[in-house]
């Protein structure tokens, strides 16, 4: 075969200039005739005025443009779509985890559980799990993934079991009734689906009794809890073949218990319906389940031996479940957007599974998806708003002086070290501080940065994206504690007024030192001093009578802060600065009303008649301040 031949077309543009390449190969003219047919039409609507650059290189990207001389198709991205045997007929992208299975075979444990944040492609590779072993299982589904070339593991597993497959996230209620009667409704989704069950020939028909109950929505809390094992019997008498059992977000019944006040009855519930498929059930091949947290063995899985849990600390299965840095490399590759690729790894990676760092797929999915229909879109929070993160709420609302300090360490990117407890009961979860650390651990909002000793583990927020989610709830929770505190506001308010310069810095400076600090020690200095500018804007805005305007154009500039009192005849102009150093904060203030001054600042008050205008230069160090104040 001849080498292809690369041709370069140099296309100018709007003033700007850029490169195209065609690959003519001769093994494939067509496509290459194709590919560059398509390129003229561009270049021609390039030079012709009808096509703008940012047009044109949009075309590129949507195309998929040319690789290896082949026009690529871009296959649909799978947001929200956890089913995989529609991932897979409908051509959907698709990152192989399919190594799931292979780890699996190979390391086999009886009941296995799986706890990983949410987002992180569990109920997919649920999914999978049972596309792969159920009878009748469509072996073109797993073309070209990595399963398909364990031809051993294939022709042993493949399509060979009978699979009970159940989500229990869907179990949710305000009371307990509500809670049970969703649970009867997805355990009767999954008798339904297996209704075969009632015409076979080869089950008693006293053993069907119970299943038909269940079809007729008459069965009883006994029923219930024998379900799944009551449904691996059936199957194995139809087929004689055990059972292979799925269980995915086990633990939701019980979060979701707890939340509303009735967990002890849900415990009762669930131990039962567990004890029964996991325990004492001849008729399981084996059972995978999944959650986020490893709830207490005391708690539901009480005298059961043939457990595996698999954590996030866990060396083993620790690629299957989230992307690894070239999963993503080839993804954005995949669709023109390699040069995102910093970005992405800034907000959606940093997650450490076993010995591996991985991204949330549910981030990087959404983020390349929003990519390809605006291609200068900015990263946005995708995971953290699919939840209502109270976890972090609550953590912070308890959070002491000393947590406080640890959590702007956390901010800053720096690490602490924790004990953490990897097993817990949902009523544990508030008896402790140290029990929220290792919550936040187990759920995504912290990851390891390394193991100290046993127990112990160096703990970092992974990316900007969960960040935000500590920076947004401690904003909160300093609105709720010390801004809505309306007597200490009044007084501070009231020190504007009356030209209190000290009064303003010493209250400011108490309040400065209650909240929790939410500076990046590495963010840029004017950055740090928009974020003092935003704090001050939030406590002048506990007076309701003042009219304020931010970054308000006055003069010959742009003012900081621009109060307009109740008093028809009083003004007051604010100019923040900040400080890398406590001993420049004196000059920073001076610096700070020579910009009033200098910029007429208080020109806009005085047009609308304000004669009586107050001056304040604040400059900001770490939780300090100096405050200066001069009459206009």
Known sequence: MKRARRQAITVCCGGRFFFLHRCLRTAEPHSAIKSYIWRKRLIKQAFCGKMKLTEYKNAQRMDGFVRGGR????????????????????????????????????????????TRPRRFGKTLNMSMLKSFFEIGADRTLFDGLAI???????????????????????????TFEEAYGMLRRILRSEFSRLGFLKQSERIAEDDKRPFERFLKEQDTMDDVQES????????????????????????????????????????????????????????????????????????????????????????????????TDAEVKTLLDDYNLTAHYGETKEWYDGYRFGSVDVYCPWDVINHVDRLCGEPNAEPQAYWINTSGNDLVKRFVDKADKTTQGEIERLIAGEAIEKAVRLELTYNEIDNSIDNLWSVLFTTGYLTQAGKVERSVYKLIIPNREVREVFILQIQEWFKETVVHDEKPMQAFCQAFLDGNAEEIQKRLTVILGKMISILDTKAKDEQKENFYHGLLLGLLRSDPTWSILSNAESGDGFSDILIEPEDPDAGIVIEVKYSPTLAGMESACVTALEQIKSKHYDERLRNEGRENVTAFGIAFCKKRCRVVFEKL
């Open 71 to 114: 026009r690529m198709e871009r296959k649909k991205l799978p947001v929200g779509i956890d089913s995989f045997e529609k991932l897979r007929r409908e051509a959907f992208y698709y990152v192989d985890k399919t190594g799931l299975i292979i780890d699996l075979l190979n390391n086999w444990g009886e009941v296995n559980l799986f």
């Open 148 to 174: 398909s070339k364990e031809t051993a593991l294939c022709e042993a597993y493949m399509g060979r079991f009978p699979v009970v497959f159940v989500s229990l996230k869907g179990v949710d209620g305000l």
């Open 228 to 323: 799944l094992k009551m449904l691996s019997s059936l199957l194995y008498q139809h087929y004689g073949q055990k059972t292979i059992l799925l269980i995915d977000e086990y633990d939701v019944p019980l979060d979701k218990a707890f939340q509303h006040g009735y967990y002890k009855e849900m415990v009762a519930l669930i131990r039962g319906l567990f004890g029964q498929a996991l325990k004492t059930n001849d008729y399981l091949q084996f059972a995978v389940l999944t959650g986020c947290l490893r709830v207490s063995k005391e708690s539901i899985f009480t005298g059961l031996n043939n457990f595996k849990v698999l954590s996030i600390t866990d060396s083993r299965f620790d690629e299957h479940f989230g992307f």
